[in-house]
């Protein structure tokens, strides 16, 4: 199998920015780049799933499915046919058709992270949103938010000091100094939070949103995360470009353990 997939990597990569040395129509030329774009997500999976095929792919051939893959990896990763990076794509490849791994749309190991730009207070800012797949009713499903990061979200006080505080004797005088934690300068509140209290930067999110202070201008650089895999993490992106290896394309991918695989979907999925 190895040989075969470094014989399709070669001649794929060497397709990457040139057209065909052989004289066809620009029609036809433009024809081929369409069907070979992997154009929505959607049919990424498809792909991956070995129900469509790259347009390269002879499925007459040994090993097909195997090199339908392959063709799914963005390929200007790859130096050359003998790039070590290549060997450890085969591992992984080899993971999948020796598991079966299939992917579907309701999965619960799939999720989007969405890189946002918008507007806080009339100011430019930045932040991350994760959002996964749930479930509505009977086979309807929908996109949810799961998670927001952000400095933005973090609330850090521009001043700490222990001088800012409720002072101790302060159940004797029903509390009076609670208004002057809101009067003063907003951002210290932080200052008043318990020692081992983590700020729950989604909340955050959603509060800023619902007091219309935050918007959403666009989303750039949209990820799909995907953890199907045993044993991997694997991440697709948007090409765009006019080759035969253009279109939603795994980018990165990466070994992890069961014991991170966990961690990272307990926090996603807000378990404690």
Not at 128 to 146: C, F, I, P
């Amino acid at each position: 199998m190895k040989t075969r997939l470094i014989i399709l990597t070669a001649i794929l990569c060497l397709s990457i920015g040139a057209r065909s040395q052989i004289v066809v129509t620009n029609s036809l030329y433009e024809r081929n780049l369409y069907l070979a774009e992997v154009k929505q997500v959607d049919e990424f999976v498809e792909r991956f799933n070995n129900d469509k095929f790259h347009i390269s792919i002879d499925t007459t051939k040994a090993e097909y499915k195997e090199n339908n893959l392959l063709a799914l990896f963005n390929l200007e990763n790859f130096k050359d046919a003998s790039d070590s990076l290549l060997a450890e794509t085969t591992m992984f490849i080899r993971t999948v058709t020796d598991s079966s791994v299939k992917l579907h749309y309701e999965d619960t190991l799939w999720f989007a992270k969405a890189p946002c730009y918008g507007k806080f207070k009339n100011k430019s800012v930045n932040f991350t949103l994760w959002l996964n797949v749930e479930h509505r009713s009977a086979d309807m499903y929908k996109w949810v938010v799961a998670k927001a990061e952000g400095d933005i979200f973090k609330l850090p006080p521009s001043y700490t000091s222990d001088r800012i505080m409720i002072s101790p004797g302060e159940h004797e005088t029903n509390f009076m100094s609670l208004k002057l934690i809101t009067t003063q300068k907003q951002d210290y509140i932080t200052n008043y939070k318990q020692k081992n209290f983590d700020l729950d930067e989604t909340s955050v999110f959603y509060s800023l949103v619902y007091y219309e202070m935050l918007s959403i201008d666009y989303v750039k650089d949209l990820e799909f995360w995907f953890f199907q895999v045993p044993g991997y993490v694997f991440r697709i992106k948007y090409f765009n470009r006019e080759t035969h290896n253009s279109g939603w394309l795994i980018d990165k991918y990466e070994k992890i353990s069961d014991e991170e695989k966990n961690e990272f979907l307990t926090n996603l999925y807000n378990q404690k």
